[in-house]
């Protein structure tokens, strides 16, 4: 059987915590910045936690 692979897109774009949580980007912070306050953009560069339903496919992804 041949090893699993890590799906590098995934990689990028997720990391795993000490403790095992998946951390991702938030959305919506790349353009059309000037009609957003300054306290949501702020909240845009704190890292979120991936959701329950999409924790088992993403860690699949990265080969966990």
């Known amino acids: 059987m041949p090893k699993m692979k890590t799906h590098k897109g995934t990689a990028k774009r997720f990391r ?5 949580k998946i951390m991702r980007r938030r959305a919506f912070r790349s353009h059309i910045l000037e009609k957003k306050s300054p306290k949501r953009k702020r909240r845009f560069g704190v890292p979120a936690t991936v959701s329950g339903s999409d924790v088992q496919a993403v860690r699949r992804l990265l080969g966990e």
């Not at 795993?16 to 095992?20: K, Y």
């Open 16 to 20: 795993v915590t000490a403790g095992g």
